[in-house]
């Protein structure tokens, strides 16, 4: 909670929203989904890979020609992610990726004992990667457009 007036600078958060077509976004719908900025960083490169367009800042549209290479990107991360077998190879794997080591800092945050509890937290990741994987197969099974729009 923050006890303060900001701007939209001070947004940290990326909306996936399905609810759009295919020239219109609706903000912030209501069966939008988000995720934190400094959480999302750690698949943005399977966003990237799948639309050179993506633009972190500006509504990305990932439609039936781009969910399919997204969702491939995204079952690759989870393979590597699957594949961490200890602390140290989670910690090399996060901090390999843009703004890993802030990421990194967040988990310690939040959880002091991140070197003993590490596994608990890579397991929430793949949570959060299949879910993204399941969000490009409903939009791509509905034919709808996913738009990615960070803030």
């Given at each position: 909670m923050r006890l303060e007036i900001y701007d939209a600078?001070?947004?940290n958060f990326v909306e996936l929203n399905y609810?759009?077509?295919?020239?219109?976004?609706?903000?912030?719908?209501?069966?939008?989904k988000y995720i934190?900025?400094?959480v999302f960083n750690l698949y943005s490169p399977c966003f990237e890979n799948a639309?050179?367009?993506y633009e972190y800042y500006g509504p990305t549209k990932y439609n039936s020609r781009k969910l399919i290479p997204l969702r491939n990107e995204l079952i690759s991360h989870r393979e590597g992610l699957a594949?961490?077998?200890?602390?140290?190879?989670?910690?090399?794997?996060?901090?390999?990726?843009?703004?890993g080591?802030?990421?990194l800092e967040e988990l310690?945050?939040?959880?002091?004992?991140?070197?003993?509890n590490w596994k608990t937290c890579l397991d929430k990741l793949l949570l959060i990667n299949n879910e993204l994987i399941r969000l490009c197969e409903k939009c791509a099974d509905e034919e709808r457009?996913?738009?990615v729009v960070g803030y």
């Open positions: 600078k001070a947004l609810t759009g077509g295919n020239e219109t976004l609706v903000r912030c719908d209501k069966e939008s934190d900025s400094v639309n050179k367009l594949k961490l077998n200890s602390y140290h190879s989670f910690e090399k794997h996060i901090s390999s990726h843009f703004l080591a802030e990421l310690k945050k939040s959880d002091p004992d991140l070197a003993e457009i996913l738009w």
